[in-house]
């Protein structure tokens, strides 16, 4: 296992799941006003949907998601790309342990490529944690549409202790 990225081979607790979930979905109510919810959590990837909704609307003519919601969303996954590393690293703490150090969490930096119109009824995101060192972790973003196609991409990294 390379020491800076977390073992594949973890799995995690019911309630370790329920307990990121819960944060993700619920306790940070900005990822709530998204929509955003999450569909897998693994020890290095992650993945979310969210629905397209009349609030999100960027271009009132084309109905087109607005940038800053594709950007949040970005951002969110990275973040969200570390918790999962996290988790998987300290397995020999508790469950309440583990989620007491996302406390210390935040975005660094974060590049976002715009790369086709964000249309659609339904998005998909995913993201995959690149390295988690013991001060900092970067992470690979995207955002697509149902079919796969790409619509936009990130890199980001984030504190994380």
Do not use: W
């Not at 619920?26 to 290095?44: A, M, Y």
């Amino acid at each position: 296992m390379k020491k800076d990225l977390p073992p594949l081979d973890v799995v995690f607790e019911e309630n370790f799941i329920a307990e990121v979930k819960d944060i993700f979905e619920k306790k940070i109510v900005f990822n709530e006003v998204l929509g955003l919810k999450i569909t897998s959590l693994s020890p290095r990837v992650v993945t979310a949907s969210i629905e397209m909704r009349h609030e999100l609307v960027g271009h009132y003519a084309y109905n087109r998601i607005h940038g800053g919601v594709i950007s949040a969303c970005l951002d969110t996954m990275g973040g969200l790309a570390c918790m999962a590393a996290m988790g998987a690293r300290h397995m020999d703490e508790p469950v309440a342990q583990r989620v007491q150090r996302f406390a210390k969490l935040g975005t660094i930096d974060l590049r976002v490529d715009y790369l086709r119109p964000g249309i659609g009824e339904r998005f998909v995101l995913r993201a995959e944690v690149l390295r988690l060192g013991s001060r900092v972790g970067s992470t690979r973003m995207e955002f697509a549409g149902t079919d796969g196609l790409l619509m936009s991409s990130g890199s980001g990294a984030y504190i994380v202790s």
